[in-house]
């Protein structure tokens, strides 16, 4: 009876932290696959979050480097890329990870990617109060033209 009593007591203090804890919907998450000597390429997904958040870090232990991208048009019609600190999630709306948008720059690869081949991720949230959260998404490699040239 008393391991009973302890388990509910400790139950009750567990359950609401992780009732809290943030949930992400990831789908379609790909990466571009790489030939021989290409050694960065990005990766994509769809994320809709249950409340907003905001997707600030990306890791693999396939590279050293992950950064969050943007690609826009700026002035005189040319596209530019540049790292951003985070991408804002909406609670329940859509945010697409893109080729030409929102996206995951993976640099300095270890070794090519390549079609079929699942590749580990994990995407770092953070809620309006400040706590962080990881979670582990496999996207698939995928062939692809970059996006200026489809």
């Not at 050293?64 to 991408?87: F, L, N, Q, S, T």
């Not at 080729?99 to 070794?111: F, T």
Request: hydrophobic share 45%; with cysteine; charged share 20%.
């Amino acid at each position: 009876m008393r391991s009973l009593l302890i388990c509910a007591a400790l139950s009750a203090t567990l359950l609401p932290a992780w009732a809290q804890s943030p949930k992400l919907k990831v789908e379609d998450a790909w990466v571009r696959a790489t030939v021989s000597q290409q050694r960065s390429t990005g990766a994509f997904m769809q994320l809709t979050a249950d409340k907003p958040l905001k997707l600030v870090a990306v890791s693999s232990p396939l590279t050293p480097m992950v950064e969050i991208h943007e690609m826009k048009m700026v002035d005189d019609g040319v596209m530019k890329m540049r790292a951003v600190d985070a991408v804002p999630l909406p609670a329940g709306q859509l945010v697409e990870l893109k080729p030409g948008g929102y996206h995951v720059m993976l640099m300095g690869l270890k070794a090519p990617l390549k079609v079929g081949e699942d590749v580990p991720l994990t995407l770092t949230v953070e809620d309006a109060a400040g706590t962080r959260s990881q979670i582990e998404v496999k996207a698939r490699g995928r062939a692809g033209l970059p996006h200026a040239m489809k």
